[in-house]
């Protein structure tokens, strides 16, 4: 059974506007969430992250926001970039729930941004 | 450069081949990740290494061997596997509490 989900394998955006990838969790002992970004023929590379105790993190054109009743995460790309064409991961752990702090993904969505 | 150094990037084996694929990190992290990347699917966690100890084995067929002889270094030792394991393998580490740095992955076929 999928613990995180991102139930749109692929979104296209034009350049400029903005880019909203989507991902829900069903564990409760999850509290700390992460966004990775995959090129091919590369290894995810950690984009941006959010801690259970806050509902908002912004990077630069980066941000994350969460939902904790909802259980969901969303991404939002503003504006959207040809560069930013990756696949998308979400990931989730329980960082208060021991020593291990292993990280569970999602299947990932390809964002296509379009010149 | 990424940090995580993992080699080769890519393998071509047989069935009855033995190889092993190697990872590599100078970040002074302290737990180590191997992870399996098929088409369509997640990133399955395969082995969790945590101050050089295994901490988790996810019913990992045992023709897949992991070793992790000291905090740098982690293995994947591979013997008489079969074409669905065809897939990238990735390695990460992490300081317990923070994310995961990875690395370019092992694109493994078998043939």
């Known amino acids: 059974d999928q613990q995180v989900k991102q139930n749109s394998p692929s979104l296209s955006v034009q350049e400029g506007r903005i880019s909203i990838l989507n991902c829900d969790y069903t564990n409760s002992m999850f509290d700390y969430f992460l966004w990775y970004k995959k090129y091919p023929a590369e290894g995810p590379t950690f984009l941006i992250s959010i801690s259970s105790i806050k509902d908002k993190n912004e990077d630069g054109r980066f941000t994350v926001f969460l939902n904790k009743s909802a259980k969901h995460l969303s991404l939002h790309i503003v504006p959207s970039q040809p560069g930013d064409s990756a696949v998308y991961f979400c990931?989730?752990?329980?960082?208060?729930?021991?020593?291990?702090?292993?990280?569970?993904f999602g299947k990932g969505t390809l964002l296509t941004v379009n010149p | 450069e990424t940090g995580v150094t993992q080699t080769p990037r890519h393998l071509v084996m047989g069935m009855t081949n033995k190889k092993s694929l190697k990872c590599e990190q100078h970040?002074?992290?302290?737990?180590m990740y191997w992870y399996k990347q098929s088409a369509k699917k997640p990133l399955e966690l395969m082995f969790v290494?945590?101050?050089?100890?295994?901490?988790e084995n996810n019913s990992v067929p045992s023709r897949f061997s992991p070793e992790c002889p000291n905090s740098s270094h982690l293995f994947l030792h591979l013997h008489t596997l079969q074409p669905e394991d065809s897939a990238l393998y990735l390695c990460?580490?992490?300081?317990?509490?923070?994310?995961?740095?990875f690395g370019s992955g092992t694109r493994l076929t078998v043939v």
């Open positions: 970040l002074g992290h302290n737990a």
């Open positions: 990931a989730a752990s329980g960082r208060s729930g021991g020593s291990n702090y292993k990280l569970t």
């Open positions: 290494y945590s101050l050089e100890e295994r901490v």
């Open positions: 990460a580490s992490s300081r317990t509490g923070y994310g995961y740095t």
